[in-house]
């Protein structure tokens, strides 16, 4: 009889055994594709990319390891700091103001407005309209002979008029703006999502206490919203450490070398003229170090906070 029982509980824990691996590879399954397609296309680019940096490439001959010296002669290419610097001033102009913009779309267009719905679209298209489209339109926009913008300005009795894209000092301030209109529509539609998640009854009670507007914002409404923030400033960093195609198609880097980036100065050292794949690995590698560290520090300010 004793063993019997011990048969009879031991078949259970068999099928139970069976069925929890059957059901592990169901999920594996589901994993599968998407961790094969990660492996393939990103982490096995991005480990290669990071060996690749320590050698000389040039696609065709054999690869010849050379140690830092990519590195050192990073510190030594005038190209390379300019766009080094110049992403900087890309990030630290585009970020707080797109920031500041798509907030004041979302706090504006939470209210109850008439056509709200159609002002939600019509600033929300900017950012699925083809680039291509857009910045022709944006060139001719700010055309330094026939632009409308200029037009007004000489119209105003502005006689140095500012050559935008065509010009060193401007040109930069061109692309910043020009980003800024055509993003600050997609965080627009977060933050509306993170003002859906505010506690009205905390602005309601601010209100009979006599709270103004701005106070209200400042003391109640923002903090609230302080995650959504917190994952706006992050992706907006990391999309500007990365900008290429807004410099590609207002600027083309220039005039001269006003408004190469990081990449583009990858895209320039890797596929035009003499490939230098390893070179343009470790301008990469720069390019990661940096957004990594500005991330951490992020991360580290926001739980300082918190």
């Known amino acids: 009889m004793l063993k019997t029982s011990s048969a009879a509980k031991a078949v ?56 830092l010296k990519n590195f050192m002669d990073l510190a030594k290419d005038n190209t390379f700091k300019t766009a080094f610097i ?3 001033v890309y990030s630290v102009g585009t970020v707080p103001l797109t920031l500041v913009c798509s907030l004041g ?42 632009g409308p913008v200029n037009m007004l300005l000489s119209s105003m009795g502005v006689e140095n008029l500012p050559r935008w894209a065509a010009g060193k000092e401007t040109a930069m301030i061109t692309v910043i703006l020009f980003s800024v209109w055509k993003n600050m529509g997609y965080y627009m539609v977060i933050y509306l999502a993170g003002l859906q998640g505010t506690n009205p009854e905390l602005e309601e009670a601010a209100k009979m206490d006599g709270a103004t507007r701005w106070q209200i914002f400042r003391h109640v409404t923002l903090p609230q ?34 408004t190469i980036t990081l990449v583009y100065d990858i895209y320039n050292v890797a ?33 300082g906070n918190n």
């Open 12 to 67: 259970p824990s068999r099928a139970g055994l069976k069925k929890s691996t059957r059901e592990n590879l169901i999920a594996y399954s589901f994993i599968a594709p998407n961790f094969i397609g990660f492996c393939v296309f990103t982490l096995v680019p991005m480990l290669f990319a990071i060996a690749l940096s320590f050698c000389n490439w040039d696609g065709v001959h054999a690869i010849e390891f050379v140690g």
């Open 105 to 146: 779309l979302a706090m504006l267009l939470n209210q109850n407005v008439r056509f709200r719905n159609f002002f939600r679209t019509v600033a929300f298209f900017p950012y699925v309209a083809s680039l291509v489209a857009v910045a022709a339109v944006w060139n001719m926009i700010f055309s330094p002979s026939m």
């Open 86 to 88: 110049n992403t900087i």
């Open 225 to 258: 919203l302080r995650p959504t923030t917190f994952f706006v400033v992050i992706m907006l960093t990391i999309a500007s450490f990365k900008v290429y195609d807004q410099m590609f198609m207002i600027t083309q880097g220039g005039p001269g070398n006003a």
């Open 271 to 303: 596929f035009v003229n003499t490939p230098k794949y390893g070179y343009a690995s470790a301008i990469a590698m720069v390019l990661f170090v940096l957004v990594l560290v500005v991330t951490l520090i992020q991360f580290k300010g926001s739980a």
